[in-house]
């Protein structure tokens, strides 16, 4: 039994605030400040170059990833921090097309993130003629993955909508014609209750910056399963995947396991960080966080549903076709996520009309959730982002 | 004139260290921990998600980029911040071989670091059948330079030797054949007077955490020179290297100039760190930092080789020829380097007999100089080595 008012007590939320962006960026964890001053004076600042092996920083990415494959049912010693999501995506996809070289067809969606997308084709375009990224309607994903297909390559939540795809079913359908999946987890580590190992998932990626709390840009994760570990060829063939990396050999040879998915020199600042955001989820596990997520994201459907008749709900109601997000479509979602902003609710918008609000059991109640849903029935009632001070458009909301 | 004392009053240098280790690790400015802790409680903490347009978090890679770009002769606006070295190397190796399609030769050279190797070997095996990666002696690269030769992938210093290249003999010689040129300066930005744009390089990615202080795993930094930089095509393209991030298009386009070569969310901590490391070279410029750079390497050469008649030295005697190191071979030097390190002098070892000490005039002095060969004369003298404490390997030094 997880007491969410201890764990809402480890992070600062500012005043006055009703955080629901959690999804996008997680809060500041108390403690992170103090650990980062620790690592950079103790560590660095005292040890200097030696903190490589006296401070274990040599071991971060590994250790670290461990904690984050306990979140999404990983195998111990198959989960790695370092780099971005997109660079992870680009080696997950990268040793998954090269393990089926007959194949020339990746499988996405338009509900996938951009920058997936984007990192597939840049992909795809190096590798040459004759492969085809082929992106479809979320819903139309299992339809689609026939014997041409090499690889999936799909975010398990819709970051528009909110809809979780069955990774279950999905990867057990791609298994079934010879396909390998890549799963990013940017929205569900965290948020859902993942099982790489228990649904067969060949690759996993994701960030840490969202649901894990790890601070803006934090480091990404990746995942290979056990059977893969040994034979996946990294792309991106750094030194700290190669098997002897201090011996500085000429030539590359992959490290055994998930160490060759580690590429440069890790980043153990932001490590520290996220080491402080981790120290909050051994309070409480997935099963706990996932059922106080189903229950926060009811709540928030049914309270403004109530009050605000022009939304039009994106996110499935299906509890078990949702993740830990939920998303309305409104066409001046501008204008109007501007207003819920200066009234203290913040949340996103997503182009071209999505109101987007993320819910964290881990620092959002349900005081929070209904008082949210208040303050945007007096935003809706009132009209307020006819105001013209809501309608500029910024860079990021 | 630079008052070296003053910028060595503005590091963390233990009691009693001497530290030539700064071209591996720099050491902890003093004011990083205080905007560390600035940017975690007052940016990411106040500001949340918010903190990309108000704290200007979107920006920093660039403004950033623009400090290191001063110190290593770019224009304005051609040096962006993110990801590892490596990673760096990969971007700028698969946008020059793009733009040289009949080619299929990278050459570079053994006194290259061998992730740059690593990376490349990658690519290549990526980009398929025909591709070489040539790498010949040091001294060789450039009768090597010939028609054949798609991108000369070199690091300015070998960082065993401290040899430097001729970069702009170098460039020049490519240009004539019609080759392309990416330079690594891992160990020369901060450590000579680099001039990207008077030598007309093509590339030019580095680290931070080397000369710079940027702190351990400090993100990396890429140059592209402004006649390529809008039709140089990102291998790695992710949605920050997009012409328009926020509209969430489903296809790459890539920004126009620098910005593409960004891939993911920028590393906000990290360069917090950074910041507060460029801050020093506020103090100073290049031309004097090499200037004493070089007294120093001169000072170490001729103290030590007056104690320590064993060793051979292996960095050029010629100032032109060498960047910020002096190293040494010696058979046993694996084992002397931990009886020097015992004694408090910092250097590192390099396979396979490489004694390797890095000069870094913001907080090193002729005093540490001094000091640190006769320590050297003492652990010589004495053979300290032959302890068998000191003969076990460890796994960074």
């Known amino acids: 039994m997880t007491d969410f008012a201890a764990t809402k007590a480890r992070f600062h939320l500012p005043e006055g605030l ?22 950079m004076r103790a560590e660095w600042g005292e040890m200097l170059i030696t903190g490589w092996n006296r401070a274990g920083w040599m071991d971060r990415p590994q250790s ?48 996938n993130f951009p920058s997936d997308l984007y990192m597939a084709e840049g992909l795809l375009g190096m ?8 992106v479809v309607a979320p819903e139309e994903v299992a339809d689609h993955i026939t014997e041409e297909v090499a690889v999936t390559l799909i975010t398990e939540v819709d970051y528009r909508t909110g809809r979780l795809h069955d990774m279950r079913a999905l990867t057990k359908k791609a298994h079934s014609v010879g396909a390998l999946t890549v799963w990013d987890l940017a929205h ?28 803006p840009g934090a480091p990404a994760f990746i995942y290979v399963a056990p059977r893969h570990a040994d034979r996946a060829r990294p792309a991106l063939s750094g030194w700290l995947g190669h098997a002897a990396p201090f011996e500085f050999e000429q030539s590359y040879r992959p490290a055994p396991g998930i160490e060759r998915m580690r590429v440069g020199t890790p980043p153990i600042l932001a490590l520290a960080a996220l080491e402080a955001a981790l120290d909050v989820w051994e309070m409480t596990d997935m099963a706990a966080v996932r059922a106080k997520s189903l229950e926060l994201t009811a709540l928030f459907i049914e309270e403004v549903e109530a009050r605000c008749p022009e939304l039009v709900l994106a996110t499935p109601r299906a509890p078990a076709e949702r993740g ?3 998303s309305f479509r409104f066409h001046e979602g501008f204008a109007a996520m501007q207003a819920l902003i200066a009234r203290g609710v913040i949340g996103d918008f997503r182009a071209p009309d999505i109101m987007r609000f993320g819910f964290t059991p881990l620092f959002i109640d349900e005081g929070d959730v209904v008082r949210a849903a208040e303050i945007m029935g007096e935003v809706f009632g009132e009209r307020l982002w006819d105001d013209a001070a809501y309608r500029k458009r910024g860079r990021v909301t």
Chains 1, 2 share one sequence.
């Open 127 to 134: 590798l040459g003629e004759g492969y085809e990224l082929r």
């Open 18 to 39: 009703i955080y629901l962006d959690g999804n996008s960026l997680g809060p500041l964890p108390l403690d992170a400040p103090a650990k980062m001053d620790a690592v």
């Open 324 to 326: 830990s997000q939920v």
């Open 188 to 215: 569900t580590a965290g948020a859902t209750e993942v099982d790489v190992s228990g649904c067969g998932a060949d690759f996993a990626v994701g960030c840490t910056y969202k649901y894990l709390n790890g601070g």
């Open 64 to 111: 670290i990833g461990d904690r984050i494959g306990r979140l999404i049912g990983a195998e111990p010693g198959h989960v790695v921090m370092g780099d971005t999501l997109s660079i992870k995506v680009y080696q997950a996809l990268a040793a998954a097309l090269e393990m089926r070289p007959d194949r020339r067809v990746v499988l996405s969606d338009t509900g």
